[in-house]
């Protein structure tokens, strides 16, 4: 193989790896074109949700989605290729020959290339074991490495622990990389733990963005940035899980989860008295409601201008404020956004994986 000559460059461009659900492609169709342009969103199809036809299509123009429908059954009526839209196909170094030609298809029909996704922990292989199976990508689906993104998935950390375990693994697997020509290399992980119902509420709560710490950490290896949006890497703990207003609000390092029961049954008022308070935190952004569409709706509640909406337009708004915060901090100069010395809060308690406070509550310092 031919290998890449002296690593890759830095990549401006932001991977979200989002749930195809509908608060994710309502944040996903509400982008500027300048957004829109810096942003390569990785869309995880969901077993129980319809095919994505319909919501692909309300994306912006100059926004192009890998899509990966491995939680679908391996059947030609999957195939993305099928769709008539354009988009990149999401390949696993383990999917079935048949459905490996469907994705080269698929990259053939589009843009003409692909998203090569390697699971650090469920993948965990050798070396030569990993090249073996990325041959086998290659030679099945008639693409060349310099046509594929490789994204190394480190999944869910939500700890220091967690991250300390990942950042060996990540090395490990980028040193591997180094040895073909990929397009790009891309770090994801996913900082968001996988319950929220047992976190206070009527207060905000910071949560650390470990993600974002692991790719600091992993600095001098130069990988593009991904996260799972304000979502868990664990998919299945996606599903809601009360019907509080709650909204995940990201800033440097951390997110502020806000979950409301202020103010009696009427979800409209607890809304608007969430949103209040958020607009009136140190952490809403200067350009107010113009940072993001999602500000915008957030604003429009504060002000009583509009309903209490649903689990999916809380994730929505969410989700675009997400976007738009880590695409100012990606485009920041390179001084502000790698290799600093961030570390976990020290005036707020660490929470753990079921948003407990740790024992003792003593908040652990990043090594």
Do not use: K
Not at 36 to 51: F, Q
Not at 138 to 167: I, K, Y
Not at 253 to 279: F, M, Q
Not at 325 to 344: C, I, K, M, N, T
């Amino acid at each position: 193989m031919v290998s890449a000559p002296g690593g890759w460059p830095p990549d401006p461009v932001y991977r979200p790896v989002l749930a195809g659900r509908r608060g994710e492609w309502e944040a996903l169709t509400h982008l500027d074109d300048t957004a829109a342009a810096l942003l390569a969103p990785i869309v995880d199809v969901p077993a129980d949700e319809p095919g994505p036809v319909e919501a692909l299509r309300r994306l912006p123009a100059t926004l192009l989605p890998a899509v990966d429908v491995s939680a679908l059954p391996d059947t030609p009526e999957h195939d993305p290729v099928r769709w008539g839209v354009p988009l990149m196909p999401v390949i696993g170094l383990a999917e079935s020959d048949r459905r490996l030609g469907a994705h080269g298809a698929a990259a053939r029909a589009g843009a003409g290339r692909a998203v090569v996704r390697l699971r650090i922990g469920p993948d965990r292989v050798g070396p030569d074991a990993a090249t073996a199976a990325a041959e086998r990508v290659w030679r099945s689906t008639g693409l060349v490495p310099e046509q594929c993104d490789l994204l190394l998935d480190a999944g869910d950390v939500c700890c220091l622990a967690d991250v300390r375990l990942a950042e060996p693994r990540v090395r490990r697997a980028a040193q591997w990389a180094r040895r073909h020509a990929w397009r790009t290399v891309t770090v994801a992980a996913g900082g968001m733990p996988p319950a929220l119902s047992r976190l206070p509420v009527d207060e905000p709560v910071r949560l650390d963005r470990y993600d974002w710490l692991l790719w600091q950490r992993l600095a001098d290896l130069r990988l593009g940035y991904a996260d799972y949006g304000v979502g868990c890497a664990v998919r299945d703990a996606d599903a809601p899980g009360d019907r509080l207003p709650t909204l995940r609000w990201a800033d440097d390092g951390a997110w502020w989860i806000y979950r409301w029961c202020r103010r009696g049954g009427r979800g409209d008022e607890r809304l608007a008295d969430l949103c209040r308070t958020l607009v009136a935190a140190p952490h809403w952004p200067a350009a107010g409601s113009g940072f993001s569409w999602g500000d915008h709706e957030v604003l429009r509640r504060a002000r009583r201008g509009a309903g209490a909406g649903s689990p999916a337009n809380w994730i929505a708004w969410s989700t675009s404020h997400h976007l738009a915060h880590v695409l100012a901090a990606l485009v920041r100069p390179d001084r502000e956004q790698r290799g600093g010395s961030w570390r976990p809060g020290q005036d707020a308690p660490e929470w753990g994986r079921a948003g407990r406070p740790q024992r003792g509550g003593e908040a652990r310092r990043a090594g």
